[in-house]
């Protein structure tokens, strides 16, 4: 097991059926790290332990843009202020392609914008890749002792 396997992935959709093709494109591509899921913000935030956090609970972040009518610009916003949060790498994943949809996931921060294609392969291919370039590219911090 190398030191990148032992980095937690959250999957942040609302939808139970995205969730799924995105675990299961991981698992094709041999991505055998911890997977977190959050259907909404609030419960991404609570994965996160952003309220108090005493280490990092994600290492890479999948996150869909709308989130139950919400927009997840925020949380990235959040993120990128927060001590444990501020280089993890995050992948925005919409089905919009809109120019201002883009450039403000990059202006709070995402690392990677990723449009759902309506092939599920595509989607899952595109998935596996920006995980595995961001896996490849990030060392986990060691965990803090108590």
């Known amino acids: 097991?190398?030191?990148t396997d032992t980095m937690n992935i959250l999957i942040v959709d609302d939808d139970k059926a995205h969730r799924s093709l995105?675990?299961?494109?991981?698992?094709?591509a041999d991505i055998q790290n911890p997977l977190l899921e959050a259907s909404n913000i609030e419960e991404a935030r609570?994965?996160?332990?952003?309220?108090?956090p005493t280490s990092p609970t994600a290492e890479i972040l999948l996150l869909d843009l709308?989130?139950?009518?919400?927009?997840?610009?925020?949380?990235i916003a959040e993120l990128r202020s927060s001590t444990f949060y501020a280089h993890?790498?995050?992948?925005?994943?919409?089905?919009?392609?809109?120019?201002?949809d883009i450039r403000?996931?990059?202006?709070?921060?995402?690392?990677?914008y990723l449009v759902k294609s309506e092939n599920p392969n595509t989607f899952s291919l595109h998935v596996s890749q920006a995980v595995t370039f961001w896996l490849h590219q990030s060392l986990a911090l060691p965990k803090k002792s108590a």
């Open 1 to 3: 097991m190398s030191n």
């Open 22 to 28: 995105i675990r299961r494109a991981l698992q094709r």
């Open 46 to 52: 609570c994965n996160l332990l952003l309220n108090n």
């Open 66 to 75: 709308n989130l139950q009518g919400v927009r997840s610009t925020a949380l």
């Open 88 to 100: 993890t790498p995050i992948i925005v994943i919409s089905t919009s392609q809109l120019e201002r």
């Open 104 to 112: 403000e996931c990059y202006d709070c921060g995402a690392n990677t």
